[in-house]
């Protein structure tokens, strides 16, 4: 998707009269012209998307309840990520297997700064932190060394 041909959309923060609140699971706006609802799933998605844009990254992995949540049909586009409000901006969690050989923390540093990049454009919500958690490597094998996942 080419992100600079999208400069014609809604920046629902440029409002004078805005007023934002976070509601557990999705981010409201309030606006003269209605609310706007940002859904965690939403967030998460585009994480996912600019995440395994990165060179290095191979999957975004979940944790034990990702896990069996994808038993139940939860949508891969989200797993392995994990989407907070505090103070109406956004924290976020990734979990994520890099290639073998890869220098691990240029990659972390590369993945905050994209996703940042990316959630903040698409959504206008300031992103405070971002943490890259590495549960694995994937060996030119094919093989993955994992740590032991974690409820959580």
């Given at each position: 998707?080419n ?5 014609s959309?809604?920046d629902?923060g440029?409002?004078?009269d805005?007023?934002?609140?976070s509601?557990?699971?999705h981010?409201?706006n309030?606006t003269?012209l209605?609310s706007?609802?940002?859904?965690n799933?939403v967030?998460?998605?585009i ?6 844009k ?6 975004m992995?979940?944790?034990l309840?990702d896990?069996?949540a994808?038993m139940?049909g939860k949508k891969?586009?989200?797993r ?11 924290l ?7 290639e073998?050989?890869?220098r691990?923390?240029?990659v ?12 903040e454009q698409m959504?206008?919500?300031h992103v405070?932190?971002i943490?890259?958690i590495?549960q694995?490597?994937?060996?030119p094998?094919?093989s993955?060394?994992a740590?032991p996942?974690?409820a959580g």
């Amino acid at each position: 998707m080419n992100t600079e041909n999208n400069q014609s959309s809604l920046d629902i923060g440029a409002s004078p009269d805005h007023t934002e609140l976070s509601n557990g699971d999705h981010l409201e706006n309030d606006t003269e012209l209605g609310s706007v609802h940002i859904h965690n799933n939403v967030i998460a998605t585009i994480a996912h998307q600019a995440a395994v844009k990165v060179p290095g990254v191979v999957e975004m992995t979940g944790s034990l309840v990702d896990g069996l949540a994808g038993m139940i049909g939860k949508k891969t586009a989200d797993r392995g990520i994990r989407v907070e409000f505090e103070d109406n901006e956004v924290l976020l969690e990734l979990h994520v297997i890099l290639e073998y050989g890869v220098r691990i923390p240029h990659v972390a540093w590369q993945l905050q700064t994209d996703v940042k990049e990316a959630v903040e454009q698409m959504t206008g919500k300031h992103v405070r932190s971002i943490q890259v958690i590495v549960q694995g490597i994937k060996q030119p094998n094919g093989s993955v060394d994992a740590m032991p996942k974690t409820a959580g």
